[in-house]
């Protein structure tokens, strides 16, 4: 009986090219994991790593868990300033106080963990957001805030005198200004208007020049708004002309000055900042 044949021998395909290096070949099957060229793996290739090693591969350490995500302070701060429209101004009466025990009393940080505190600072109050992104529960930190709204009036009346048409009018232009010079506010709503509804306090009664002792609520434009006009007509009754036609067209712009800074809650101390070399 003949010997098996343990060693590789070149069997040559049939349509092999031929060349230098003969006829192309093909091994006999070994067994699995067999190596029958004898190739040496890449000392980068798992395999090579791991014959390096001893025959073990290297742990790999499982990624870190993402970071949480940062709590949304907006709903509460927006419940917890609703609640308190109408009630006693908090604290010392001061705008600051209002924002202040808000943001403390849902968990976030004040302005103190942003920065230092005078009576003239432009306070921060957490994570600067844009005025086009506000939302509910924002801080609004003001400088120099001037709200000027006019009002420009025309009153026409016609009436019949002999047949004919006639007509008179009057005009009338009035101004009054809304300051917010170094006040801080909590946003409550945005409006379809474009204005924004804060709650405040801190605030002059315009009819007695005397502090309002409660919490307020009002609307407030952030950017100039182009004139509005509204026309009303009446008829009303005089004893020389008769029925008289009495239209009435008031026209009025708002329009803003000043800065506005606004801030999204947070309870995450600022990160200091990379020292320079």
Known sequence: MAE???HVSALAHPNA??????????AKAGPLNSNPFKIKPSAQSPAGKSASSGGSAAPVSPPAPPPPAPRDFGPDLKDAAEKLIGQAVLGDGECYALADKLLLGAGAKSAPTFGKITDDANYVWGDKVELADVEPGNVLQFRNFNIDVKVDTKITRTW??????????????NTQTFKRGHHTAV???LNADGTLTIVEQHLTNRATGTLFTDIR???????SIPAKTKTKTDFE????RGRVKVVTVETTTTTVHGT?????????????KAKRK
């Open 187 to 189: 946003v409550t709503a």
């Open 237 to 240: 009754s005089d004893p020389v």
């Open 217 to 223: 609520q009002n609307a407030i434009p952030i950017r």
């Open 4 to 6: 098996p044949d343990n």
């Open 160 to 173: 019949k005198e002999n047949g004919l048409d006639q007509e008179d009018w009057k005009t009338d232009s």
């Open 260 to 272: 506005i800074w606004a801030y999204k809650a947070t309870d995450q101390a600022p990160k200091p």
């Open 17 to 26: 090219p031929l060349g230098g290096g003969g006829p192309g070949g093909f």
